[in-house]
Structure formats: C-alpha cells, structure tokens
C-alpha cells in the first residue's frame, strides 16, 4: 500500500486490522503528534469513536497516559492496570468504561530523533505484552514510519506545489483548486477581488530586486491579514486574489477593499528603502445572474483593467455593463495585434503651416490603421491602446514607419525640418521610448534632431507618476524635443513648465474654436504666446478650420499652426508632395542640423 501511494489512513487502519486478525487479544491504535507536542487519532479501527476523539488535540507529557507518555519520553510505556496507574488518572474514565484494561504505547521517531507518533495495543484485562507481541510491534512501528515519512514527503510537495516561495501564501495552482470547490457554494455567499501593486516595477527598477522582494513580502503580509476571514493568494508577479466568504464583507465591498488599500497605504522598509505599497482592486461577487465560478474571475479581471485604466489606487466593482466595455477593448487589442503582425500600421502626416506664409515647417505623424480597403484614423482604436504592450508596439512601429519616410525625404533633398510622433504614457513609464527611437532613426540613418515627441497633458502629468515626468527630463537632457500636445484640456499649467519645461506648446482646437465666439480665448492664446516666447517655447494652434480663424490667430501673434483648412492627416506620398511644393527652405545657417524649429523669423 505504501509503494501504490495510498494514504497515510487508510494504510495504518490496513496495518492495524491485519495486527488484530493476528493478535485477536488486542486492540490496535496509532496516533500521530504534531510540532506543537498534541496528539491525533490516525488508525483505531476496533476503538469506539467518543474514545478516539478525546484524544484529539491532548497535550503530550509524563502524566498523559500511556501514548502521550511514551511520546513525551520517547520510549516505550507499559501500563498493566489502567485504573491504578498515576499516568493514566486524567484518562481513565475514557478508557474503563469500554472494558480497556491495559495500554502499552512505543513512540514512532524519525531519522532526528523526533516523535511524530505513536502505536499503541490496549488489553481488555490487566496484563503487559508478549515476546512475540514485542516483535509485531517493532516491524508495526518501521512499517508505520515508512507510511509517515512518505506522506510527510507528499504533503511537503504539495505544499511547494501550492505555496509561492517568496511570500509563502498560497499560489495560482492552489487559486485554481479554491475556485474549483466554490463551484460547490450556494450562488451569492462569496465574492473575488483581484488586486495589482501599482509600484512594484519602480521599486524594482530604482532600488532594485531585493527591494521589491521584500515590497512583495510586506505587502502579502498586510493583504493576507488586513481581512482575517478572507482567503489570499499571490496569483502572478505582483497580482493576488482575495476570496472573501464573511457576510460583513460580501454586503459591503467597498469597505473591505478599503480596509486593504488602508493596510497597504503605511511605509515599508524594503532593505532600507521605505516605500508605500500602492494598489488597485478590482471586484466580483458571485450572484443569481453570475452564477459560474469562471464568469466571477473574468469579471474581477474585468473590474481591475477598468480601475486601472480609470485610475490606479482604488477599488472597482464590477457591474453589468463593464463586461460589454472591456469586451471591446479586448476586442481592439486583438485587432490592433493583428495589423501590427500584418504590417497594417500606416504613417499618415498632418502639416504645420506658417500662417502667413503658408508654408509647412513641420509634420505631426498621427497612426492609421488599414482594413481592408477602409484607413481607419487612431481614435477607432484608440481602446486597444490603453493596453501598456499595445500602445508601446504601436509607438515602435511608427517610429520605424517615420524614421524610413525621412530617408526618403532626406534623400531626395526636400526642405523638411520635423516631425512630431505622439507618445503614451507606457513608453515614457515603461523606459522603452528612448531604446525604440534612437534604434529606428540610426538603423536609418536619421539624426534625432529631425524628431519631436508629442505627449498629451495627461500622460505630461502622468497621474501622479514620477517616472513619466522623469523620463520627459532625461530626454530633454540628451537633446531630444518634446511637444506638449492638447494644452488646456487637461490639468497641466504654465506653472508645471517652470520644473518640467518642454519645447513646444500645442493649443487645443477648443480654444481655436471658440475665437469667434467671445474674446476669452483669443486673450488666453495672446497671453500663452507672450510667455511662451519669454520661456523660448513655440506654441502652435491646433484644429483650425476656417480662413477666419487664421486671421484671428496671426492678429494675436500666432504664427504656427495645423488644420484641415490647410490640409487634412495624408498617406506619405500626398505629404512628399505638400514638402516639395510648400516646404520652407531651411535656413543656412541650420542646413546642417536641421536644428532650427520652426524658423518663424
């Protein structure tokens, strides 16, 4: 039974029957004791069951009848009248009333020494063992630790198997075993949360592993226990799931996820750097309409990509129409991974004129998207990009896209000076944006100086990430141009630009739209020309539509700007044209940096 793999129970109940039918006087026991020094009834098949379970939990020593005796000693004890032996005074009215006389208990050690059980014979008259009972009792007591250890090895594996070696709570495949028997609960009396640490890759990528090792222990520590009733595994590198099964919480989600969030938010020291754990939850519970475990799980990922996508540090329930929601953007990102692997991924480029001159002086390259015979324009898909793999492989390629079209441009001598590539927060956060575009410009041997990076207020912000605004830093530093694109829409202000400067500023059309209507916005633009040139910063207008709306703006000094009324985002060879017919000549001085952005002098 031990060489097949049966169980530690089954297979000392075998060994005790097949000792009774050898030894028909006696009654056969074996009991194991844990770490704490208790014992717990194993195999006892002829003993009554009340009998058995008085034994469970009692503390071995040297008054604990004749099993936890011989375990507190290590030796063996007889005990040939258990009415009258002292050891045997707190057990005896267990053990008379069932017609058990005697007791004679050997400890089963194992290779250190230690006791991990017991086997026992009980008499039904006062008496000791036999010679020949002796010899039983020698090959029951290796036999039974044969059957310990190997189960001790099976329950060691599993343990490995279902523990994650860093934070010692349980892993996915223990997730996976759990969700498995919820499919036995009634509908309703469990929820899921799905939680991400917001910093780990920071920790990591500042302090180092070691850091976010213990980033990781810490911050398991404080979710395991921040809801003792709860249930908590570490799923993924830094992603764990809470099954929670209390009513206080079920009826409350928002508080549990808040009494985590609350745990996390205390500074760690992880190897002397101290760092807040931040997170992001996202919820499920099951009920009448989300009956199936696997629809719960896919909910609360549901719920954690609309919270993180919303706002990383709080907690997201899932509600009914989420799953329509993430189920297009799923479904944007599989088409996007498609055109990307396709080589459907175009460069389309919208001019920037000199308003009075009407000559362009620059490009911004905007990302198009071909199906079929249908150019679908960037905000079509703009879902997909949301996703930090998807935004990042869509800035790679145009990059390689507009890095070859310069070639071109280049080798054909046409004046051209810039052109303007937009930038999500995943490749400034993310760290890949510098890599991808000094590898695309040298593979074709274009000089950086012919680039701008344009990112929007909110990823200039970066919600609060100070590795985005960083990364805006460090690339100035090393000479490379950034526009600040959609300015007034979002939270960013003048005010930013004295600590985080950038080289252009970009006027959101809503402004441009409303200079006929009222003077406000002509003053705002007026006043954001008059410091930006005081900060030697170049401001140009975007979305302008109208003839009118060109005369407005050159009245109050703007000189740059972009629009359909000039011309629309158009494929590479409309472009080539609108360079060779309105391009402005570079000035001599800059023929050979092509430095000089835009010439407006």
């Given at each position: ?23 028909p ?5 074996v ?37 936890g ?33 005697a ?31 002796r ?31 860093l ?16 499919e ?16 780990l ?38 992603e ?113 004129f ?50 070859r ?8 001598g ?68 950034v ?24 006027i ?94």
């Amino acid at each position: 039974m031990i060489a097949k793999g049966a169980g530690l129970d089954t297979t000392c109940r075998a060994l005790c029957e097949e000792v009774e039918r050898l030894l028909p006087d006696v009654v056969c026991s074996v009991l194991t004791v844990d770490d704490a020094g208790r014992m717990h009834p194993l195999a006892a098949p002829s003993l009554p069951e009340i009998y058995s379970a008085a034994l469970e939990g009692v503390e071995i020593g040297p008054l604990a009848g004749s099993c936890g005796t011989a375990a507190y000693l290590g030796t063996d004890v007889t005990v040939r009248n258990i009415e009258t032996d002292i050891r045997w005074a707190a057990f005896k009215h267990l053990a008379l009333p069932h017609g058990l006389r005697a007791c004679w208990s050997s400890p089963i050690a194992n290779v250190d020494g230690n006791v991990v059980a017991t086997f026992a014979f009980y008499y039904r008259r006062a008496r000791g063992p036999t010679a020949f009972e002796r010899d039983v009792v020698a090959n029951c007591v290796h036999l039974s630790l044969i059957a310990i250890e190997r189960h001790d090895r099976v329950v060691e594996h599993q343990r490995r198997a279902f523990t994650d070696a860093l934070t010692q709570l349980p892993n996915r495949a223990a997730y996976n075993a759990a969700l498995a028997d919820l499919e036995n609960h009634e509908t309703g009396d469990w929820a899921l949360f799905v939680l991400d640490l917001d910093n780990l890759k920071v920790v990591n990528d500042t302090f180092g592993h070691h850091a976010g090792d213990r980033l990781l222990q810490i911050a398991s520590d404080r979710v395991a226990t921040a809801i003792p009733s709860s249930r908590t595994f570490r799923i993924g590198g830094d992603e764990f799931a809470i099954v929670l099964t209390a009513p206080e919480n079920l009826h409350d989600l928002d508080s549990a996820a808040g009494h985590i969030l609350g745990a996390l938010a205390v500074s760690a020291d992880c190897g002397g750097h101290f760092v807040i754990p931040r997170a992001t939850i996202g919820g499920a519970i099951r009920s009448s309409d989300e009956p199936v475990v696997e629809r719960v799980r896919q909910n609360a990922d549901f719920a954690l990509y609309h919270a993180k996508e919303s706002g990383r540090g709080g907690f997201v329930r899932y509600w009914s129409g989420l799953g329509s929601i993430m189920t297009r953007r799923l479904a944007a990102i599989r088409a996007v991974g498609a055109a990307l692997r396709e080589d459907r991924i175009e460069a389309y480029y919208q001019p920037i004129f000199r308003l009075d001159t009407r000559e362009v002086v620059g490009l911004e390259a905007l990302c198009r998207m071909r199906v079929g015979d249908t150019v679908m324009s960037a905000a079509s898909f703009h879902e997909a990009t949301t996703d930090a793999h998807v935004a990042t492989a869509l800035t790679a390629r145009m990059l390689e896209l507009v890095a070859r079209d310069l070639r071109r441009w280049l080798d054909m001598g046409i004046p051209f000076q810039h052109v303007g590539i937009n930038v999500s927060s995943a490749d400034l956060s993310s760290g890949t944006i510098e890599e991808s575009l000094t590898s695309a410009f040298e593979r074709e041997g274009v000089g950086l100086e012919h680039v701008i990076l344009e990112v929007t207020e909110t990823v200039y912000m970066g919600r609060g990430d100070q590795a985005v605004q960083q990364a805006i830093v460090n690339l100035r530093s090393k000479g490379i141009r950034v526009a600040l694109d959609d300015f007034g829409t979002g939270y960013a202000s003048l005010t930013h630009l004295l600590t985080l400067p950038v080289d252009v500023l970009k006027i959101d059309k809503t402004f441009v739209d409303h200079l006929g209507t009222d003077g406000v916005s002509a003053t705002i633009i007026e006043s954001l020309i008059r410091i930006a040139r005081k900060m030697d910063i170049r401001i140009v207008a975007e979305g302008i539509e109208s003839e009118e709306q060109v005369e407005q703006l050159l009245a109050i000094g703007c000189v740059l700007g972009q629009g359909f009324v000039f011309a629309p985002a158009v494929p590479q060879e409309a472009a080539t044209k609108l360079l060779m017919s309105k391009g402005q000549p570079v000035a001599p001085s800059a023929r050979d940096t092509c430095a000089s952005f835009p010439v407006v002098d």
